[in-house]
């Protein structure tokens, strides 16, 4: 029995096949979000790579912003609900999952049992998110995917101080005028980053085991010092940007056994 799970985000289109609820036959990434070409091209990704027709598919279950415009599921589920979901079938024994995104955050609290007792998100402000990095990034004229591997070389974070994306963007050109070392600043740019996600994440409550997902979970940087802030250790699974597809497949394998 196969059951598929679709993540439409703000930035790119994530997507789960499962078997009988429980194996992962193959997953799939777009770097396109909803309103482009990206939903559907998942979709595509997924039937080819897992050599399997749509028919082939028992039920499928659709999260994230692009939820509700889409068509072809069963069912339209919230992303907190499905990153829960996913998160706990990955690791069993989380308490906290921060999940940060192209255009916001999240903060989930979990019981014994992988539910969602609580959470805190914004997404009214692009500071702390992918997003943000991706304009950071910009300006220091590095790709993206680099920043944690860069900023690991630090010896000296600069001091990043503005909460606001614009203004930040002036303080690391100023910085780079002054000729700052372009690891100091990153590495300044993830604390910041830290800083932001950790005071977000203590309003909803810290309980091991502390998870993170979502793209900026691939960033060595921003993880290590969301560490520091929180003063804990904290596991990145490795289908950290699938969590909410992976927690879609499992809602539609639970729906058919109702």
Do not use: W
């Not at 482009?36 to 998942?42: A, D, N, W």
């Not at 910041?192 to 940087?221: C, D, F, P, T």
């Amino acid at each position: 029995m196969y059951t598929m799970g679709l993540d439409f985000g703000s930035t790119a289109s994530k997507g789960v096949v499962l078997k009988d609820g429980k194996e992962i036959v193959c997953t799939a990434i777009i770097t396109s979000g909803t309103g482009t070409s990206g939903p559907e091209r998942v979709k595509e990704k997924l039937l080819k790579e897992s050599n399997l027709l749509e028919s082939d598919m028992e039920a499928v279950v659709v999260t994230g912003y692009g939820r509700m415009t889409y068509q072809g599921a069963k069912k339209q589920i919230s992303e907190l609900s499905c990153h829960a979901k996913g998160v706990h079938f990955l690791v069993p024994d989380v308490g906290t999952v921060i999940d940060i995104g192209g255009q916001d955050i999240k903060a989930l609290l979990l019981d014994k049992n992988g539910n969602l007792s609580n959470f805190v998100m914004n997404d009214k402000c692009a500071a702390g998110t992918g997003r943000f990095l991706d304009v950071m990034a910009g300006v220091l004229e590095t790709e993206v995917s680099m920043l944690g591997e860069i900023s690991m070389m630090s010896k000296s974070p600069v001091n990043i101080s503005s909460t606001c994306t614009v203004f930040a963007e002036s303080e690391v050109i100023s910085h780079l005028s002054a000729g700052v070392n372009k690891e100091d600043i990153i590495a300044g740019i993830h604390i910041s980053v830290a800083g932001r996600v950790a005071a977000l994440a203590k309003r909803v409550g810290i309980k091991e085991k502390v998870v993170m997902v979502g793209g900026v979970a691939k960033n060595i940087g921003v993880v290590k010092a969301m560490e520091d802030a929180l003063g804990k250790n904290i596991e990145v699974p490795k289908l950290a940007q699938l969590t909410g597809a992976l927690g879609a497949a499992l809602f539609a394998f639970e729906a058919l056994n109702k």
